[in-house]
């Protein structure tokens, strides 16, 4: 069975500094890929996505997330955390086709350190 | 285009009894998700309706179940309610969930308390 392995419960940062929240699936086929944030009180909401085509995903508020096939991994990162990024990510997986279900990782709560 | 929405947002209720938690998708979304989210178990997925037809369906107990009307909107129910019951429960709508490239909207959840 499909599955999406956030290693990280918490990442605590200082403001400013660069960040990366790891995601792992286990999945030897096509997938979908996909970061989801949810702010504290909110439901979640998408990130950013991977469908096909260029590698690196880019988000409007300066995340990006690389698909590397080899490795089954889809890494979240930021050059430089704001005190607004203080936030729960979740990491989710879907294989390509119909009548495959969204997996999604337990989560990681990105802490960010004044 | 307004948002998911889901009703009530909060909601106490004692052990043994039963809830209805309502959501309304996005206008136009016909899939409609529900999941469970807790501290210790994080994001559980509870079931999956699209155009009034359970699609997918998490590891709940029969106690939970849901269902979809003809506008979309959907409901679920949990009988006879267990402390553990108390969870965010989050509702996400879709143009249709299966093609992958649609991406989930969520609702800002309903907070269960059950004493």
């Known amino acids: 069975a499909q599955s999406v392995t956030q290693l990280d419960s918490q990442v605590p940062v200082f403001e400013e500094a660069p960040v990366e929240l790891r995601c792992n699936y286990s999945s030897s086929v096509s997938v979908y890929l996909f970061w989801y944030v949810q702010y504290p009180n909110q439901g979640l909401q998408l990130l950013l996505k991977?469908?096909?085509?260029s590698t690196l995903v880019e988000s409007i508020n300066g995340f990006e997330a690389e698909f590397n096939k080899s490795q089954t991994s889809f890494h979240l990162r930021k050059p430089s955390v704001h005190i607004s990024d203080t936030a729960e990510y979740f990491c989710a997986v879907k294989r390509r086709g119909s009548n495959y279900q969204l997996i999604w990782g337990a989560g990681t709560k990105l802490i960010i350190k004044p | 285009k307004a948002g998911v929405t889901q009703t009530p947002r909060y909601l106490i209720k004692t052990r043994g009894q039963q809830v209805t938690l309502s959501c309304s998708p996005i206008?136009?979304?016909?899939?409609v998700s529900w999941y469970q989210q807790t501290p210790g178990q994080g994001l559980q997925f509870l079931f999956e309706y699209f155009s009034e037809t359970q699609r997918n369906k998490g590891n709940f107990p029969g106690r939970f179940s849901g269902r979809q009307f003809s506008n979309s909107r959907s409901e679920m129910n949990v009988s006879t309610l267990e402390l553990g019951d108390s969870a965010l429960y989050l509702c996400?709508?879709?143009?249709?969930?299966?093609?992958?490239?649609?991406?989930?909207?969520f609702g800002p959840g309903t907070r269960l308390t059950v004493t």
């Open positions: 996400a709508s879709s143009l249709d969930l299966w093609d992958g490239a649609y991406e989930q909207y």
């Open positions: 206008s136009g979304h016909r899939s």
């Open positions: 991977y469908l096909s085509g």
